[in-house]
């Protein structure tokens, strides 16, 4: 069985670790950022469907996954626009474009398991030997009990 790695690699490790992406992790975070404000301009409903794509000067590229999304955002473009904006920097123009493969899935929600199917698993912990399975078992209950 091989050995999981000492530490996770994240992202800027590897970014760090080669001078020509090295580069982009300025840009990624400084995207990441503008993400976050446009969230809270916005709000999480509507940002799950609109991501800040780039900054070419002072103008702010948004793909949004809707028109809908894309008319809310063009209706409060003003106020976003200040929003994403950094102290001593002033951004002159939102350009929104209608991106539908840029949209947040949305994730169904799934019923629980029923009484009976509870029940028959309770049952099944009580019988189970084997401590690994024993393990999921009680992890299956209790995330079903949520």
Do not use: F
Request: positive net charge; glycine residues 6%.
């Amino acid at each position: 069985m091989p050995r999981p790695p000492a530490q996770p690699l994240r992202l800027r490790n590897l970014l760090k670790e080669s001078p020509s992406l090295a580069a982009l992790l300025p840009v990624a975070e400084r995207l990441r950022e503008l993400n976050r404000r446009l969230e809270r301009a916005i709000g999480p409903q509507i940002a799950r469907n609109c991501k800040v794509a780039a900054l070419q000067g002072d103008t702010v590229i948004v793909y949004c996954g809707s028109g809908a999304a894309a008319a809310r955002l063009r209706a409060q473009s003003a106020s976003v626009l200040r929003a994403l904006a950094l102290p001593g920097q002033t951004l002159a123009d939102l350009k929104i474009k209608v991106r539908a493969d840029w949209a947040a899935p949305v994730r169904a929600d799934k019923p629980g398991m029923g009484r009976e199917a509870l029940a028959a698993w309770e049952a099944l912990e009580t019988q189970v030997h084997d401590d690994a399975l024993k393990a999921a078992v009680a992890r299956l209950i209790r995330h079903q009990r949520g």
